[in-house]
């Protein structure tokens, strides 16, 4: 599999791992739906918009790119954000703390 398939492919991933619309995940991703689509459709797409999804759900962009997403340490923790009503109401600083709690409890929940 190549890197553009493998975009397409941990894309439609996260969005179903989310349990988000394409519409909801491309609002996540501050991308217009169509241009989501496309994405999923055929991996293509800029560097720039790259660069953004990848900020947005905070995945480095080797993880987009490579063939498994789930070895992302930070990607377990993504699953279980939406449920937390409070996470999205917070300053991104805390976001990423948040995140980072989160990924650590997650990792002790594991062993």
Same mark, same amino acid.
Do not use: W
């Given at each position: 599999?190549?890197?553009?398939? &493998?975009?397409?492919?941990?894309?439609?991933? =996260? %969005?179903? /791992? !989310? %349990?988000?619309?394409?519409?909801?995940? /491309? =609002?996540? !991703?501050?991308?217009?739906?169509? *241009? +989501?689509?496309?994405?999923?459709?055929?991996?293509?797409?800029?560097?720039?918009?790259?660069? =953004?999804?990848?900020?947005? +759900?905070?995945? @480095?962009?080797?993880?987009? +790119?490579?063939? &498994?997403? /789930?070895?992302? $340490?930070? *990607?377990?923790?993504?699953?279980? !954000? $939406? !449920?937390?009503?409070?996470? @999205?109401?917070? $300053?991104?600083?805390? =976001? /990423?703390?948040?995140?980072?709690?989160?990924?650590?409890?997650?990792?002790?929940?594991?062993?």
């Amino acid at each position: 599999m190549n890197a553009q398939q &493998n975009l397409a492919k941990n894309l439609s991933q =996260q %969005r179903v /791992s !989310l %349990r988000m619309s394409l519409e909801e995940f /491309s =609002q996540e !991703l501050g991308i217009p739906k169509s *241009t +989501l689509h496309s994405i999923l459709k055929t991996g293509n797409t800029t560097v720039n918009t790259l660069v =953004q999804i990848a900020q947005h +759900l905070h995945i @480095s962009i080797d993880a987009l +790119l490579g063939t &498994n997403l /789930s070895e992302d $340490p930070s *990607t377990p923790c993504m699953v279980f !954000l $939406p !449920l937390f009503d409070c996470y @999205s109401k917070l $300053p991104a600083e805390r =976001q /990423s703390l948040f995140r980072i709690y989160l990924s650590l409890l997650l990792e002790v929940l594991q062993k």
